[in-house]
């Protein structure tokens, strides 16, 4: 625990002017970011006495080893610049709100020759425009199909396109006059474009225009005696007006607006908005945070924006957003707003009439959310608080383990053994900071050896990784280096992993625990504290948790310490140890898997998935492929004479496929070998595992 006083800036080094500040922790990470209209006034808040500091706040400072900050001109650029640093530090102790669900949009691919509707989650992509969320997929399917008979936009995925264009028909939708049909030519690629528009209109809430220009065409063609043409307008307008009922008006003058409500308690706030078009709710979605720093309900409101409107431009921003409580100062967050949307945008409290009845339910949808979003056990704070402290009074530790790595290995039978490492904060899961390993160490099954190995290698890059911050209390550096094979996630981890070591973000491996868990009892224990005692690491608590009794083993003891079932630090325990073991066994299977579908190309050095496809639909399969001459193989697009050397010699040096025998007359039975994919080896492979083996995976 840091003592504030140690790093105050000096009187007069802090600006009296608009800018963003950064408060880290002694690993240079981030932990909070803050704006101010006066970086002097605000900073001198937190280096007040402790007792005179919220105890969240208290927290954060005694946390923290350093700050800095940045000058800006305006509130407007503060505002922005607060907003990017929060997305790309994610520091522990600000606001940040979580979705309570990931919702469904219905969006419109216009960035596509021939656009689809279609249902999605997730972040937005450019190009395709959104309507919704909604708060369950199902009811953006029934509004489709009731508007897919007035505008009958594509709705098949690419695959399904490809096809019906390749046979020359149509999927169902197209004979039922539920899609255009543009993948036979039924309709252009501009006029199918136009109906897109068309669509995105409708459900933009420009509804009125277009039911008048077809109630018109209605009665002309009842006038002319085309009874089968009125009647067919007759059930489309009776589609439309039955797909707009399923969104109630409730703002009779067809306004665009978000109303936001906030409903929030000592330790946290949810927060739901309603999203208004053309005076109908066109959606709801909802946010829920701990309150990790003292916060107004202004200010709750200010994060919301931030959140909402963050990476939003034009119309995604209405006219209109209601609040209940304005930010402090109200003007730079107005006029960041209208900067996000390209026009003036109103930043108000509802006072009266229809706008302050909805925001009166968008309020009860909000504490309905916080209530039960308290019943969630796992999100609790309090729980997770006193989960903690039960932990670290169970293990005898000196502060509550903030942070807890947990580990587990798994294989199958000893083969494609591997071993994972997931991290909890606070309680709570940060899949961002996962890592999984092979053990290359050795061959074989061995559980403690694989668990030293992989205790031995993360602490390594640690120190490693120590040594380059210059954290180094002797000036001693590792003797050793970390071993590779270590693979991380995707996405974020990749992104993870490339970052530079002094700006704050997380690096790979860099941040220590306060508490080791090892899926397993008191062998696995061992193995994990003689790996971090031989590489001087004596700080960090280890211990296992044995499945049979749910035992909690501690180094040196001949006996296991019993947490009682109803115990909160239990519960977490075996939250860890599950969340390790899913991450080690998915690991697993995606190796077996991968082994299973490999073949004697996949060993050729240089081979790309592209031309080993190429050579696959050359010869037809690998057993012709084997039989081919260096000069029938150059014939295959993109194979020089190397290339095609290297491929003979490997297939020459991989072993055929085994003979198929009958088993009932022992004949020896000579079939031509299937085709196969590329990384097949022309063996065949069965799709599950042999009974004996079934049961035998951890």
């Known amino acids: 625990m840091a003592d504030p006083s140690s790093y105050r800036p000096r009187p007069g080094e802090i600006p009296d002017s608009p800018g963003v500040y950064r408060f880290r922790d002694e690993h240079r990470r981030v932990i909070y970011v803050g704006k101010a209209k006066s970086l002097r006034q605000r900073l001198a808040n937190y280096f007040q006495d402790l007792a005179n500091l919220h105890p969240r706040t208290r927290t954060m400072v005694t946390t923290a080893a350093s700050v800095e900050w940045t000058v800006v001109s305006t509130e407007v650029e503060a505002l922005q610049l607060e907003y990017s640093w929060i997305k790309e530090f994610d520091p522990r102790f600000n606001v940040k709100y979580r979705d309570d669900k990931s919702y469904p949009y219905l969006a419109v691919t216009m960035n596509e020759e021939f656009p689809r509707v279609q249902v999605m989650r997730g972040h937005k992509k450019k190009g395709v425009r959104y309507f919704g969320p909604y708060g369950h997929a199902w009811a953006i399917r029934d509004t489709v199909d009731l508007l897919l008979r007035v505008f009958p936009v594509r709705t098949c995925s690419a695959g399904v396109f490809k096809n019906a264009s390749r046979t020359g028909r149509p999927c169902l939708l197209g004979y039922i006059d539920k899609c255009s049909a543009p993948c036979v030519g039924r309709i252009g690629p501009e006029d199918h474009q136009d109906l897109a528009?068309?669509?995105?209109?409708?459900?933009?809430?420009?509804?009125?225009?277009?039911?008048?220009?077809?109630?018109?065409?209605?009665?002309?063609?009842?006038?002319?005696?085309?009874?089968?043409?009125?009647?067919?307008?007759?059930?489309?307008?009776?589609?439309?007006?039955?797909?707009?009922?399923?969104?109630?008006?409730?703002?009779?003058?067809?306004?665009?607006?978000?109303?936001?409500?906030?409903?929030?308690?000592?330790?946290?706030?949810?927060?739901?908005i309603f999203h208004v078009r053309g005076g109908r709710v066109r959606g709801q979605r909802g946010w829920v945070t701990d309150k990790v720093e003292e916060i107004t309900t202004g200010a709750l409101v200010e994060h919301a924006l931030q959140q909402l409107y963050g990476e939003e431009t034009g119309d995604a921003v209405p006219k209109e957003v209601l609040v209940p409580a304005l930010p402090e100062p109200v003007e730079p967050v107005q006029e960041w707003l209208t900067g996000r949307r390209g026009a003036n945008v109103s930043l108000r409290i509802p006072q009266r009439g229809d706008k302050k009845a909805l925001m009166e339910t968008v309020q009860r949808n909000a504490q309905q959310a916080l209530v039960l979003h308290k019943t969630k056990r796992a999100s609790?704070?309090?729980?997770?608080?006193?989960?903690?402290?039960?932990?670290?009074?169970?293990?005898?530790?000196?502060?509550?383990?903030?942070?807890?790595?947990?580990?587990d290995i798994s294989h199958l039978q000893g083969d494609d053994v591997v071993a994972s490492m997931v991290v909890f904060e606070d309680g709570l899961q940060r899949k961002s900071e996962y890592r999984r390993f092979q053990i290359k160490g050795f061959a074989g099954q061995d559980d403690v050896r694989s668990m030293h190995e992989v205790i031995s290698r993360r602490f390594r890059r640690y120190l490693a990784e120590k040594e380059k911050t210059g954290e180094w209390a002797d000036g001693a550096a590792p003797e050793e280096t970390l071993a590779d094979g270590d693979d991380s996630l995707a996405g974020t981890e990749a992104i993870t992993n490339s970052l530079k070591d002094d700006d704050g973000r997380p690096r790979k491996f860099a941040y220590p625990p306060q508490l080791v868990v090892v899926d397993g009892g008191r062998p696995q224990v061992a193995a994990a504290r003689r790996a971090l005692d031989?590489?001087?690491?004596?700080?960090?608590?280890?211990?296992?948790?044995?499945?049979?009794?749910?035992?909690?083993?501690?180094?040196?003891?001949?006996?296991?310490?019993?947490?009682?079932?109803?115990?909160?630090?239990?519960?977490?325990?075996?939250?860890?140890?599950?969340?390790?073991?899913?991450?080690?066994?998915?690991?697993?299977?995606?190796?077996?898997?991968?082994?299973?579908?490999?073949?004697?190309?996949?060993?050729?050095?240089?081979?790309?998935?592209?031309?080993?496809?190429?050579?696959?639909?050359?010869?037809?399969?690998?057993?012709?492929?084997?039989?081919?001459?260096?000069?029938?193989?150059?014939?295959?697009?993109?194979?020089?004479?190397?290339?095609?050397?290297?491929?003979?010699?490997?297939?020459?040096?991989?072993?055929?496929?085994?003979?198929?025998?009958?088993?009932?007359?022992?004949?020896?039975?000579?079939?031509?070998?299937?085709?196969?994919?590329a990384g097949s080896s022309g063996e065949p492979v069965t799709a599950g595992l042999p009974d004996e083996r079934r049961g035998q995976e951890r």
């Open 380 to 407: 609790d704070l309090t729980t997770r608080s006193r989960a903690l402290e039960e932990i670290a009074e169970a293990l005898d530790l000196d502060s509550a383990p903030l942070r807890i790595e947990c580990y």
């Open 197 to 272: 528009e068309e669509f995105c209109d409708f459900m933009a809430g420009r509804t009125g225009t277009y039911l008048r220009r077809l109630e018109k065409q209605m009665m002309e063609a009842a006038e002319e005696m085309e009874y089968e043409r009125a009647a067919r307008l007759r059930d489309d307008i009776e589609a439309l007006k039955k797909a707009m009922e399923k969104n109630a008006v409730v703002l009779a003058d067809a306004t665009d607006a978000d109303l936001i409500a906030v409903a929030e308690d000592e330790l946290e706030a949810a927060v739901q």
């Open 534 to 677: 031989e590489l001087g690491i004596d700080d960090i608590a280890v211990c296992g948790l044995a499945k049979r009794l749910e035992e909690v083993w501690l180094p040196g003891d001949d006996d296991p310490v019993v947490l009682p079932r109803t115990s909160e630090g239990l519960y977490l325990l075996q939250r860890v140890r599950d969340e390790a073991h899913r991450f080690a066994i998915t690991y697993q299977r995606t190796r077996r898997a991968k082994r299973f579908r490999a073949g004697p190309l996949d060993e050729v050095p240089g081979l790309g998935e592209t031309r080993k496809q190429a050579l696959i639909k050359h010869f037809g399969s690998v057993k012709k492929l084997r039989s081919a001459t260096i000069e029938q193989i150059q014939e295959v697009p993109g194979i020089g004479r190397k290339t095609a050397e290297t491929i003979a010699v490997a297939l020459a040096q991989a072993a055929p496929a085994a003979p198929a025998v009958n088993t009932a007359t022992g004949e020896i039975i000579e079939e031509e070998e299937p085709e196969t994919t």
